[in-house]
């Protein structure tokens, strides 16, 4: 508050004989200048009172960035290196073969999760328990604002069994380009590539992988982005298809595509006699696969929608925050899956659901309570300190051992 001068006038000053002569007068600069002055003075001031901090949070993100290096220059080439000695065993015991490099590419997907987990990123949980459905085939859509909504992911599935060693990723081509594109590609995910030009042909593809990568693998759940881009860059197209179309006018996602999600349930979804969709307390024979049985939808959330990018997730320049997942479950005989027009309200109803919960997390701090619940639970996901310290210390004295045998044979030719 601003206080208010009392009322009156100074006394006056008592009159000198003679009168001094008059100085002149000082030249005033304009208020412009005297803004920009100011500003300067104050930024200078916060910049010399922060530099200590600046310069540590410096040195912190180039010590990250080191380790992240000598993370990816040992792990990636030692997950390559075992894929190739264990090929014998994937002729003669596939199911085995694909389980050993599941438990490395989980091992991988937890290094990449400490770089968060370290530098305070953490995920506190909401709604229904998902670990409960670890062990049968699920689908899970997520919304998508930044790239490290990928590493919030990889992080909050480290503790859900062997969630994260069957399961298979749908991303952006351009992440096959990355240094985690070849262990990617060896997994068996899957890169599609956005646009009209390329949509008919990437469905193809995406159906032929699916059918050929995905069983054979033993894969359990498969994550999807269905909006096809970040939320940033797709909004504004969003928002003027809604208005075309009679449809929501949605500000915290978009109207998701339809594409991808139809192959992935046509393809995967086990059909019985009748020709109904096996849902998730329906019973089949041992000998058939009982196909998808649930949909995940997942919602993420960060605090003041400000999302994590890769960089912040590996330098580690902002300051710790949560980020909050929410989940449902659907059995996937509530999917209708008859129609396209059919598949699509429901795929809309969902992200239309998605931006009432995201409008209630901005506005609360939190995710509104289930349905036929009073109070909303969460809880904090966390990671095991000793089970990343045994992942990274397995990966450079891999790197290490690799390196020596390398070294050896070399030396054996030359």
Same mark, same amino acid.
């Given at each position: 508050?601003?206080?208010?001068? *009392?009322?009156?006038?100074?006394?006056?000053?008592?009159?000198?004989?003679?009168?001094? $002569?008059?100085?002149?007068?000082? *030249?005033?600069?304009?208020?412009?200048?005297?803004?920009?002055?100011?500003?300067?003075?104050?930024?200078?001031?916060?910049?010399?009172?922060?530099?200590?901090?600046?310069?540590?949070?410096?040195?912190?993100? +180039?010590?990250?960035?080191?380790?992240?290096?000598?993370?990816?220059?040992? /792990?990636?080439?030692?997950?390559?290196?075992?894929?190739?000695?264990?090929?014998?065993?994937?002729?003669?015991?596939?199911?085995?073969?694909?389980?050993?490099?599941?438990?490395?590419?989980?091992? &991988?997907?937890?290094?990449?999760?400490?770089?968060?987990?370290?530098?305070?990123?953490?995920?506190?949980?909401?709604?229904?328990?998902?670990?409960?459905?670890?062990?049968?085939?699920?689908?899970?859509?997520?919304?998508?604002? /930044?790239?490290?909504?990928?590493?919030?992911?990889?992080?909050?599935?480290?503790?859900?069994?062997?969630?994260?060693?069957?399961?298979?990723? +749908?991303?952006?081509?351009?992440?096959?380009?990355?240094?985690?594109?070849?262990?990617?590609?060896? @997994?068996?995910?899957?890169?599609?590539?956005?646009?009209?030009?390329?949509?008919?042909?990437?469905?193809?593809?995406?159906?032929?992988?699916?059918? #050929?990568?995905? *069983?054979?693998?033993?894969?359990?759940?498969?994550?999807?982005?269905?909006?096809?881009?970040?939320?940033?860059?797709?909004?504004?197209?969003?928002? /003027?298809?809604?208005?075309? !179309?009679?449809?929501?006018?949605?500000?915290?996602?978009?109207?998701?595509?339809?594409?991808?999600?139809?192959?992935?349930?046509?393809? &995967?979804?086990?059909?019985?006699? !009748?020709?109904?969709?096996?849902?998730?307390?329906?019973?089949?024979?041992?000998?058939?696969?009982?196909?998808?049985?649930?949909?995940?939808?997942? #919602?993420?959330?960060? $605090?003041?929608?400000?999302?994590?990018?890769?960089?912040?997730?590996?330098?580690?320049?902002?300051? $710790?925050?949560?980020?909050?997942?929410?989940?449902?479950?659907?059995?996937?005989?509530?999917?209708?899956?008859?129609?396209?027009?059919?598949?699509?309200?429901?795929?809309?109803?969902?992200?239309?659901?998605?931006?009432?919960?995201?409008? @209630?997390?901005?506005?609360?701090?939190?995710?509104?309570?289930?349905?036929?619940?009073?109070?909303?639970?969460?809880?904090?996901?966390?990671?095991?300190?000793?089970?990343?310290? &045994?992942?990274?210390?397995?990966?450079?004295?891999?790197?290490?051992?690799?390196? !020596?045998?390398?070294?050896?044979?070399? @030396?054996?030719?030359?």
């Amino acid at each position: 508050m601003t206080a208010t001068p *009392r009322p009156g006038t100074p006394a006056a000053a008592p009159r000198r004989w003679p009168p001094a $002569p008059l100085a002149p007068a000082p *030249r005033r600069r304009p208020p412009s200048a005297e803004k920009d002055q100011t500003d300067s003075d104050v930024s200078m001031a916060v910049t010399l009172e922060d530099a200590p901090w600046l310069g540590w949070i410096l040195v912190k993100a +180039l010590m990250r960035f080191a380790f992240m290096v000598a993370n990816n220059v040992f /792990a990636l080439p030692s997950y390559v290196f075992y894929v190739i000695l264990l090929q014998p065993l994937r002729v003669l015991d596939s199911k085995l073969f694909w389980y050993i490099e599941g438990i490395m590419y989980k091992w &991988l997907i937890g290094i990449v999760a400490s770089w968060g987990w370290y530098a305070g990123y953490t995920v506190m949980e909401w709604g229904e328990d998902i670990k409960a459905i670890s062990k049968d085939e699920a689908v899970m859509l997520v919304n998508h604002q /930044a790239t490290g909504d990928v590493c919030t992911l990889m992080m909050c599935l480290q503790d859900k069994g062997l969630v994260v060693a069957q399961m298979m990723w +749908l991303m952006d081509h351009i992440f096959k380009y990355t240094n985690f594109g070849i262990v990617s590609l060896i @997994h068996g995910d899957f890169f599609i590539r956005q646009g009209k030009s390329h949509r008919e042909h990437q469905l193809q593809l995406l159906q032929k992988h699916l059918e #050929t990568s995905y *069983r054979s693998r033993d894969r359990k759940w498969i994550v999807l982005f269905p909006e096809g881009g970040f939320l940033r860059k797709r909004r504004e197209t969003s928002q /003027a298809f809604a208005k075309k !179309n009679n449809l929501p006018y949605l500000t915290h996602v978009t109207l998701p595509r339809i594409g991808a999600t139809k192959i992935i349930l046509s393809t &995967l979804v086990a059909r019985q006699e !009748n020709g109904i969709p096996a849902g998730g307390d329906a019973k089949q024979p041992d000998s058939k696969p009982k196909g998808l049985q649930w949909v995940i939808d997942a #919602t993420i959330a960060y $605090p003041k929608a400000e999302p994590l990018d890769i960089q912040t997730w590996i330098l580690g320049y902002r300051k $710790p925050t949560v980020t909050h997942v929410h989940y449902r479950i659907f059995p996937i005989k509530d999917v209708p899956l008859e129609t396209e027009d059919d598949l699509a309200n429901w795929l809309y109803q969902r992200f239309i659901e998605k931006e009432d919960l995201l409008s @209630h997390f901005y506005k609360t701090g939190a995710f509104p309570p289930l349905k036929g619940h009073k109070e909303a639970v969460s809880k904090d996901m966390t990671l095991s300190n000793m089970r990343l310290f &045994l992942s990274h210390s397995f990966a450079f004295l891999s790197g290490y051992m690799w390196y !020596n045998v390398i070294q050896y044979f070399y @030396h054996c030719l030359f």
